[in-house]
């Protein structure tokens, strides 16, 4: 198939990043931070500024019980299989405006800019918000795509509870979405194809000099989260031999989590005890209880499972030695996701002609995803692949990440040729 660009396209960039700065506004924290959790009023404010820019370009939306929020541009066969696209709009503590956003606002500029070039789909095109694909609300990533994909069952989900025990059904309820969340997982095939465009979140691209990443795989991630029970006490009156302190048996837990990453023998394998909470917290009080969430991920499920096993034992023999009690539970263990070949073929054949009419360079390379993203989870719907750009320093989950303007719009091409090339199939 030949070049799917339409001869009329051309990108509107300033619209881009104008709504990327707009929607970096619509934050928990002060400029330059951005935090956006689910349902919080920034997230909601954030779902509706991003819904009036899809209605305003001509598509329909809705919302589905779960949260997520799909725009279709109805194609000339509207009962085929759709073709998707799409990311995340919520950003965790402390992060930056490019995460997730540069997909769903890359994608509607995609989409944009193809029905001004007077393209018509013959498959319609979607292009979807996930809800909470970080997991800063519940502990689970990924939560509205993992329902679509049938990794997790409705129940389970109305059930999961944040921090002060409000429930995910109390939390959508409230934010409008109070359907039944059976409706929300998709049969397998429901969309042709899904391809998510996304910042690297690392420093290969850059490293490399290359325009483009076509992903081939998404690494494995698990989430644990532990919770120690010591003994307390006084902090001048309980004496050294007898302390079961929880913070420091959660201290050198957190060391063996990164023992296991170490140990093993690839350095896909990565661990992270991103969260340590303990209390009471006074400086005058032996810790009693501490709470740590653990995230570990392998590119190799088996690898990534002995890390794991590896760190279960070391709690058990941290935990015994210090008699601090513990409660080990699995909040995630996802096996990881193999994007199609024929999808990135077809990505990679795209790029080839945009480089042969001297649209853009779009030197490209295919790679590994250590991140996960929702495409973690479509890929039990349709086949997938993701587009990475390179972002500065490979930076990511910090105020500081950045994709440059350029960067950003030549993701947005290569991602506009798919999703053209993939709507015109019959
Ligand atoms: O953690 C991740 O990989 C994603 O950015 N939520
Ligand atoms: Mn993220
Ligand atoms: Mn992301």
Same mark, same amino acid.
């Given at each position: 198939m030949g070049l799917s660009l339409p001869a009329g396209f051309t990108l509107d960039g300033t619209t881009i990043h104008h709504r990327i700065a707009a929607l970096a506004a619509?934050?928990?924290?002060?400029?330059?931070v951005v935090t956006r959790v689910l349902f919080s009023e920034a997230d909601l404010a954030a779902r509706r500024l991003v819904a009036d820019w899809c209605r305003e370009a001509g598509l329909s939306t809705r919302t589905d019980a779960a949260g997520n929020v799909f725009a279709r541009w109805e +194609?000339?066969?509207?009962d085929r299989p759709p073709v998707a696209t799409g990311s995340h709009i919520d950003a965790i503590p402390n992060a930056g405006r490019f995460d997730g956003v540069v997909g769903v606002l890359g994608g509607l500029a995609a989409i944009e800019a193809l029905r001004r070039a007077g393209f018509r789909p013959r498959r319609s095109l979607e292009l979807i918000v996930f809800t909470a694909e970080e997991p800063t609300r519940f502990g689970l990533g990924c939560l509205g795509s993992r329902i679509m994909g049938g990794a997790l069952e409705p129940a389970a989900a109305d059930r999961l509870a944040d921090g002060a025990g409000k429930t995910f059904f109390e939390w959508r309820s409230g934010a409008g979405c109070p359907g039944d969340l059976a409706g929300v997982p998709l049969e397998p095939g429901h969309y042709a194809a899904f391809v998510e465009l996304h910042i690297?979140? +690392?420093?290969i691209l850059e490293r490399e000099g290359l325009d483009i990443g076509v992903v081939e795989k998404i690494a494995a991630p698990a989430a644990l989260r532990l919770r120690l029970t010591g003994e307390g006490g006084h902090a001048g009156a309980v004496l050294m031999q007898d302390r079961h302190d929880a913070l420091l048996a959660g201290a050198e837990i957190a060391l063996a989590v990164e023992q296991a990453a170490r140990d093993s023998s690839s350095p896909d394998t990565v661990g992270t005890t991103g969260v340590f909470r303990i209390g009471p917290g006074a400086i005058n009080s032996v810790p009693a209880w501490a709470e740590l969430e653990i995230d570990l991920r392998d590119t190799d499920l088996p690898r990534r499972e002995a890390a794991r096993a590896q760190i279960e034992r070391a709690v058990a023999e941290i935990c015994g030695r210090r008699g601090v009690g513990f409660a080990l539970e699995t909040i995630n263990a996802d096996p990881p996701a193999i994007c199609d070949p024929g999808l990135i073929a077809e990505i990679m054949s795209q790029m080839e002609e945009i480089r042969r009419n001297r649209r853009r360079r779009c030197s490209s390379r295919t790679m590994v995803s250590r991140a996960y993203h929702d495409t973690l989870f479509m890929a039990r719907v349709c086949p997938v692949t993701m587009i990475f750009i390179p972002c500065r320093g490979g930076v990511?989950?910090?105020?500081?990440?950045y994709a440059a303007p350029e960067a950003i719009e030549t993701g947005v091409t290569v991602l506009a040729a798919s999703l053209a090339a993939l709507a015109s199939e019959t």
């Open positions: 619509v934050s928990e924290s002060p400029a330059p +194609g000339t066969e509207p690297e979140q +690392g420093p990511s989950h910090r105020p500081d990440e």
